[in-house]
């Protein structure tokens, strides 16, 4: 059984409004008074690396490079090639710096790396929707075909790997082209699959069918300028110190796609298959702006009924039926997810413990909220000095009750009947706030 997560995200004590506003600021940094080093940078055309129509650069290493010369006053050269061209270039001293380099022993002799990692990447075995030869439950519907890999790349080592761990044989081919042209390549048949990054897979045209394996990925650098080395150290280091999460952040930016969920799992079509192609999802009414019954038409409105839609027309090797259930509060709910009334349930921010206590999995946040305390007027500037507060909570939301045992486990539960009631009750003063999502 699943349920459909909602992460919580930080709590506003808030004694006007109900809305709140949170931002992020970053350090500034003058570059002015620094000399301009010129750095020789690849510059290959991919999602690290994206000119468009009219010119502008764009791209996960292009933006991470960009960030690097805030700290650095780097002025960047870009010299173009395919990824295997630049690396070589780079192994000759020709370039300075090029992104997306997974270690390697054998590279570690030629080029320095960067101390820190750019991000994480895995890589799988994509093949055309079209090909009805290769069957992902069956390796060895691979032998004999031709399966086409980046020369020079760890790819290719973790593609060999993976080959042997299956006692396969194919016909590898090294290829030094563009990803637009190998993809090309993979349409038009002159390779059965070719071994790419997940993120440059298109749903539309590839498939991916087997992951062969992950590793980090960081900026290859020359080796002969230790001095320029160190300077991208500290920059990296200062980027990931004030942000944390800066990777994950470029990678949903401009990695992260969907095409390897696009497509059901052997085990996840013969349940839905089992299941006549339905999915019945449990939801809380009057929830919105994530979810309600529509008083008019019965049905389930909300960001959820926009969440269920994409699910559903961008599964490209099944067809889903999402099937919305309504119930008076999420405790009701999760009830039915347990008795098995319904397949999953949303919204919920259960723990991982509460969700065992229960006896039911967690899927990914499916969106984000923030929770807000609306307290009395009067009580506005010294709401958040009080050694004990009684929050009102409505009957049954199960949400609510997670959040304070997570964050504010001392506060005394009031409950009501609904956020109204809550409201009323903090004006009667029976409640010192009441917490609402938003």
Request: glycine residues 8%; contains cysteine.
């Amino acid at each position: 059984m699943l349920l459909f997560g909602g992460l919580v995200r930080s709590f506003h004590a808030n004694a006007e409004e109900t809305g709140s506003t949170t931002g992020t600021t970053e350090n500034a940094l003058t570059t002015a008074a620094k000399e301009k080093t010129k750095i020789r940078v690849g510059w290959y055309e991919s999602k690290f690396h994206h000119m468009d129509a009219s010119g502008r650069r764009s791209g996960y290493g292009y933006e991470y490079q960009r960030k690097v010369a805030a700290y650095t006053g780097w002025e960047y050269e870009y010299v173009e090639g395919t990824w295997p061209e630049l690396l070589e270039m780079l192994m000759k001293g020709e370039i300075d710096m090029l992104s997306d380099v997974s270690y390697t022993e054998e590279r570690a002799r030629s080029i320095a790396y960067s101390s820190l990692a750019m991000g994480t990447e895995s890589y799988y075995v994509f093949i055309s929707p079209k090909n009805q030869e290769i069957d992902a439950d069956d390796p060895r519907t691979l032998i004999g075909k031709t399966v086409g890999v980046d020369r020079d790349s760890i790819m290719k080592d973790l593609f060999l790997d993976w080959e042997k761990m299956h006692g396969i044989d194919v016909d590898l081919t090294e290829l030094n082209v563009d990803q637009e042209k190998a993809l090309q390549m993979l349409q038009d048949g002159e390779m059965d699959a070719y071994v790419m990054l997940d993120s440059f897979g298109d749903a539309t045209n590839t498939k991916p069918v087997w992951k062969v394996g992950s590793s980090d990925y960081y900026f290859g650098f020359n080796k002969g300028k230790p001095e320029l080395l160190k300077q991208l150290d500290e920059a990296m280091s200062r980027i990931q110190d004030e942000n944390i999460y800066y990777n994950e952040q470029l990678y949903d930016k401009y990695l992260r796609n969907s095409g390897n969920n696009n497509y059901l799992s052997p085990e996840e079509l013969e349940w839905l298959e089992a299941h006549d192609n339905k999915i019945r999802v449990a939801y809380q009414d009057n929830y919105l702006a994530f979810c309600a019954k529509d008083p008019s038409t019965g049905e389930l409105t909300g960001a959820l009924k926009d969440a269920l839609f994409y699910a559903a027309t961008n599964i490209e090797n099944a067809g889903i039926t999402f099937e919305p259930v309504c119930y008076a509060t999420s405790a009701e709910a999760l009830e039915a997810v347990k008795s098995g009334e319904v397949d999953c349930m949303f919204p919920s921010n259960l723990t991982p413990y509460d969700a065992e206590q229960v006896g039911v999995a967690l899927t990914p946040a499916l969106m984000t909220t923030e929770m807000d305390a609306v307290v009395r007027e009067d009580e506005k500037k010294e709401f958040l000095k009080k050694k004990e507060v009684t929050v009102a909570v409505n009957r049954g939301n199960t949400n609510y009750e997670t959040f304070l045992k997570d964050h504010y486990p001392g506060w005394k539960i009031e409950y009501f009947d609904d956020t109204p009631a809550g409201l009323d009750g903090v004006a009667a003063g029976k409640a010192d706030c009441v917490i609402i999502s938003i």
